[in-house]
């Protein structure tokens, strides 16, 4: 089976032309139109490890790149245009583009009943010298920084992904809280999986209002007052915890407010080191242990941060505008739906070792590609291959 000719399926030429037309990304370039600048940002993202405009701007002008690429074949293009492109271009042209995937993957894909949908965030830093956009926090060491917070909801693919520049959001009460509420592929069925970044009690509030299923964690010295008794039979032992309890209550946040719906919390204790740990819920239909291991499973959206950040090069920022920003980000993570899926299919187990393997098959792909284009002529695949552009 051609594993890459399927994946990139997932993005047929004629849904680019269509979303081009759809946000008027071409009505001003004819050059480097968006069609190209998103092939380009894709192909460099996946096969350079430092990813740069210079980078950008020598790839256009290879073989390989320009026999994939059926816009603008044998385009010359400054690594200053390449820059001033990313300034203006419509980012909404490579969120649908992203959607469309997640959409694909998913359609292709076995997905459960209870599907899990993890959020965190991710910071990215520059100096405040470099960078206009972005918050500070100050009275830190990091004052001098400014802070790009990208939060994203990763299923076994980061299924959204919001960016926030602004001080509101430095919080993660404010910047989880955001991007579940207004998440739309959220469904009944969904189980929502943070960490204690939110412990506002009108977040739980919120979500439950919306009928937001969620698992979170939560201080241990939490004000409340139980609504059940422990409904326990026997304490609970799993690989790594003890669990004691499991009782609805009443929270209650400062000044006494008492919170409107009531929550479950789950009181457990670390076998390794004695810490008790306390897991909060609105689910009332899963077992304790149950609650408890989804909430392990939030450790995946650590391991795709990680890996975007030193395989995908997403720390580095390719363009310091917010514009531009916008534009990588969702061309980094289109990558990284297509690696996650390209991982599953081939039953590999990290992130790592399905980068490496995919960029391989994709250079093969369109060497493959070229010999037939050229019906086994070898001399003319050379010719095309090393072709120099005008």
């Known amino acids: 089976m051609n594993y890459i000719s399927s994946l990139l399926s997932f993005i047929p030429d004629k849904a680019l032309e269509a979303f081009a037309l759809k946000a008027s990304v071409n009505k001003y370039s004819k050059k480097l139109q968006g069609e190209l600048l998103f092939k380009l940002l894709f192909y460099c993202i996946v096969t350079e490890k430092d990813n740069s405009l210079r980078g950008m701007q020598s790839a256009l002008e290879s073989s390989l790149f320009r026999a994939i690429s ?191 719906h009531p929550v479950r919390i789950i009181k457990a204790f670390k076998k390794s080191d004695g810490e008790k740990i306390v897991f909060i819920t609105n689910i009332s239909k899963i077992k304790a242990e149950e609650i408890t291991q989804i909430y392990k499973s939030r450790w995946q959206i650590e391991i795709f941060f990680k890996f975007i950040k030193q395989y995908l090069n997403f720390n580095h920022l390719l363009n310091r505008s917010e514009n531009g920003i916008k534009v990588v980000m969702y061309v980094t993570v289109i990558t990284a739906v297509l690696i996650a899926e390209y991982k599953n299919i081939n039953n590999l187990k ?41």
């Open 70 to 260: 059926s816009t603008g074949s044998g385009t010359s293009i400054a690594h200053s245009s390449i820059s001033e492109r990313l300034n203006t271009i419509k980012p909404k042209y490579f969120e649908d583009i992203f959607l469309l995937c997640v959409k694909k993957y998913k359609s292709s894909s076995d997905v459960l009943q209870k599907q899990i949908l993890r959020f965190d965030s991710t910071i990215v830093a520059l100096s405040g010298k470099l960078l206009n956009t972005g918050y500070q926090i100050k009275g830190s060491a990091a004052e001098k920084y400014k802070l790009l917070k990208f939060t994203v909801g990763y299923s076994d693919i980061p299924d959204c992904i919001c960016f926030y520049t602004d001080q509101t959001h430095s919080s993660e009460n404010s910047a989880l809280r955001a991007t579940i509420i207004s998440n739309e592929n959220i469904t009944k069925q969904t189980i929502n999986v943070f960490d204690r970044g939110i412990s506002s009690r009108a977040s739980y509030d919120a979500m439950t209002d919306k009928g937001i299923q969620f698992i979170s964690r939560i201080q241990p010295n939490a004000t409340s007052t139980a609504l059940t008794d422990n409904t326990l039979k026997e304490i609970i032992e799993t690989e790594t915890l003890t669990i004691v309890s499991d009782t609805w209550v009443s929270l209650y946040a400062r000044h006494t407010k008492k919170s409107r």
């Open 350 to 390: 990290g992130y790592k070792i399905a980068k490496r393997k995919f960029v391989q098959d994709l250079e093969t792909d369109i060497i493959y590609n070229i010999v037939i284009l050229c019906g086994g002529n070898a001399k003319k695949a050379k010719g095309l291959l090393y072709k120099k552009p005008p």
